[in-house]
């Protein structure tokens, strides 16, 4: 099954396209890591000019999907991250890194549904699926940025690690098992895992009492998914396993990070009322490291809502995200 649990990605029209070389060609610098035998692409964007001034990372875990992460058509570039990099920028040195066995870039006509890159056969690559797992993403992450904290560039004082959706939940996870993090940005996740949005988002589709049960089959779909937790098969979108293993609650998870962390999610969202527990949960619990923005009648990419209940793509609210981001780093 594909899920749309994803970034939204705007165009930014960024320059007119010649021919189409190398990150380089659109502001990044690329380093290549090698991970248990898998060549990784890394990002880095730093403020021109200031590309060897030493500032911490910013380490941005991206969402859901195998896509590029740079895509482009005859128009221009679409948004490497969803939001403007520049304030950002002025104090860190920011990171996103490819996924596995994806091309860093290529043209959206290439691309098929959400900007998906595909095989031959319009599936998911299988060496892409048989590592889109939480644990290969965080021991894959936090090898990266003991490789980049060596560069003569990066101050080791700090280190933010921030996720959205799906990247979220990575972004917790790598927290929890490494002490270089000194800060965490958790946006739009749900804390009970990615079987929980997907029934709440089916929710929504019952109208009233004869409606189709689309919750119903999704909870049937997750008892085959248990039954079958170790299955990879791909050919329909992600295996059973990556499902599985995105699923499971990170309530224990966030109890026992004690740095100071931002959660913060669209009160429209279908995350949302599993995040207004983990707040009410937290404060329960006394865990004052934790700071909740809720951005009130937004969703999952923090758009407002028009009354047809669809998302109001004219009014682009992320970088007041950002922005509200860095208010926060500079108050922690």
């Known amino acids: ?23 380089e060609d659109f502001g990044f610098r690329h380093f290549e890591y090698m991970f248990n035998g898998d060549k990784v692409d890394i990002l880095v964007k730093s403020k021109k000019g200031e590309e060897g001034i030493k ?8 969402g859901s ?41 290529s043209n959206v006509n290439d691309l ?14 299988k060496s892409y699926s048989e590592r889109n797992l ?5 021991s894959r992450n936090l090898k990266i940025i003991k490789y980049l904290q060596k560069k003569d560039w990066v101050s080791k004082k700090q280190l933010v690690v921030a996720g959205h959706s799906e990247g979220s939940t990575i972004a917790l996870l790598m927290t929890y098992k490494s002490r270089l993090i000194t800060h965490l940005i958790y946006s739009a996740g749900n804390p009970f895992g990615r079987m929980m949005s997907i029934i709440q988002q089916s929710r929504e589709f019952e109208t009233d009492t004869d ?63 599993f995040n207004d527990f983990l707040r009410v949960d937290m404060i329960r619990k006394g865990k004052n490291n934790y700071t909740f923005q809720a951005y009130i009648g937004t969703e999952h990419n923090y758009f407002p809502l028009t009354s047809d209940n669809k998302p109001n793509h004219d009014v682009y609210n992320w970088d007041k995200v950002v922005n509200d981001w860095l208010k926060w780093l500079e108050k922690n």
Do not use: R
């Open 134 to 138: 939480p644990e290969y993403y965080v």
């Open 211 to 273: 409606s189709i049960s689309y919750g119903e089959k999704q909870i049937k779909f997750w008892q085959e998914v248990v039954e079958n937790k170790n299955n990879m098969d791909a050919s329909k979108g992600d295996p059973y396993k990556t499902t599985f293993d995105f699923s499971k609650s990170l309530i224990t998870n966030f109890e026992k990070i004690n740095i100071p962390s931002l959660v913060c999610y669209g009160t429209k969202d279908w995350s949302a009322p």
């Open 55 to 62: 500032k911490p990372i910013f380490f941005f875990c991206q």
């Open 65 to 105: 999907l195998p896509q590029p992460l740079i895509k482009f058509d005859e128009h221009g570039t679409y948004g490497v991250f969803p939001f403007n990099t520049d304030s950002l920028s002025n104090k860190f040195h920011i990171v996103i890194v490819s996924k596995p066995y994806i091309p860093i870039i």
């Open 112 to 125: 098929g549904e959400n900007f998906s890159y595909q095989d031959s056969l319009g599936q998911f690559p």
């Open 1 to 23: 099954m594909k899920y749309i649990l994803t970034f939204f990605y705007c165009i930014i029209v960024a320059q007119v396209f010649g021919q189409i070389k190398s990150p």
